[in-house]
């Protein structure tokens, strides 16, 4: 290395030596400045005290590392406590929601079914929808109430997997699982346990089926083959309308309405007690249709009925 390079060298080291000088007595003069003005703020009360003073002002105590970590220890004790408190009180919050929660009667709160809903179709014997083991689905008395319906293919849209088609003002179309048509024979149709399809194709005829919906208890319907305990028609299903008892009808009930398309519809019911263990109910039906479609199709339909 010749004379030119270490002169460089050392004029570089000599003024990075400078610089630090320049900053020390800058942070030396700043110190001064800042303790001069504590002073002027305090005047003759003199300095707080801190509670662990890092440097003492009689003779230049600094804390030892071990107090250092004790303080820290202390700190972090108190804020476990903090901690372990408010996750008690949530604890606690918890368990009184769960408590209450227990004691909510869902079935009381909503209108639909419930896991306790009483079902009989799936085991040919009463049971639970919880305890069923099958994709049962119970429209309730207060369902098909709330529903405004007015004949059964119509209450039967509230059920999930269920396709009901209205082909005019008195032909319907309802099956599972598809395949759907007026004549579709793969659903099996009971009332109170008696099968209503008609022997000619195997299917319903919806128009047929004079049931007063005010006297409906349930609708069971139960998606997937039931051939086993129902037999060859229920292949991809059994819808089971259970009514109410006679001895629960007892009294009157009488309605009518009409409008654009149920032109005029009207029914009554008397239910009363005939000797001394017997109940008897009377009921008679009658509605007046219009054309579904149009009015040159002629589909207009007039029914009544009576029964007990």
């Known amino acids: 290395m010749d004379s030119i390079g270490i002169r ?17 007595d800058g942070v030396a003069d700043a110190q001064q400045k800042t ?18 003073p890092l440097m003492s002002s009689e003779a230049n105590y600094y804390p030892s590392q071990a107090e250092l970590l004790s303080a820290e220890d202390e700190d972090a004790e108190l804020d476990e406590d903090e901690d372990l408190g408010d996750l008690d009180k949530l604890l606690e919050l918890s368990e009184n929601d769960i408590g209450s929660l227990s004691q909510v009667q869902v079935a009381r709160l909503s209108i639909a079914p419930s896991l306790d809903t009483v079902v009989s179709t799936v085991e040919r014997k009463e049971s639970t929808v919880g305890r069923t083991p099958a994709a049962v689905f119970v429209i309730t008395r207060e369902m098909i109430r709330r529903s405004g319906a007015r004949h059964v293919p119509e209450v039967l849209r509230m059920a999930p997997g269920v396709q009901v088609a209205q082909i005019d003002a008195n032909k319907w179309a309802v099956s599972i699982r598809g395949f759907n048509g007026r004549f579709a024979n ?19 005829f919806w ?52 409008g654009n398309l149920e032109r005029s519809f009207g029914a009554f ?27 040159t199709d002629h589909d207009d339909w007039q029914n009544g009925r009576f029964g007990a």
Not at 186 to 204: A, E, H, M, T
């Open 269 to 295: 019911r008397q239910g009363g007690n005939v000797g001394k263990d017997a109940d008897l109910r009377v009921f008679g039906q009658w509605a007046e249709r219009g054309a579904f479609s149009s009015p």
């Open 207 to 258: 128009d047929a089926q004079g049931v007063l919906l005010e006297d409906v208890e349930r609708i069971e319907v139960v998606r997937g083959p039931g051939g086993t305990v129902w037999g060859a028609n229920a292949v991809n299903g059994v819808v089971n309308i259970v009514t109410r008892k006679a001895a629960d009808t007892h009294g009157s009930f009488a309605e009518a309405g009409g």
């Open 8 to 24: 460089t060298i050392i004029n570089r080291i000599c003024a990075f030596v400078t610089t630090c000088l320049l900053l020390l």
């Open 186 to 204: 793969k659903l099996l149709v009971q009332i109170d346990g008696r099968s209503v399809y008609n022997p000619l194709f195997g299917g319903v």
């Open 35 to 52: 303790t001069a003005t504590q002073q002027m703020a305090w005047g003759k009360s003199g300095p707080p005290v801190p509670a662990v």
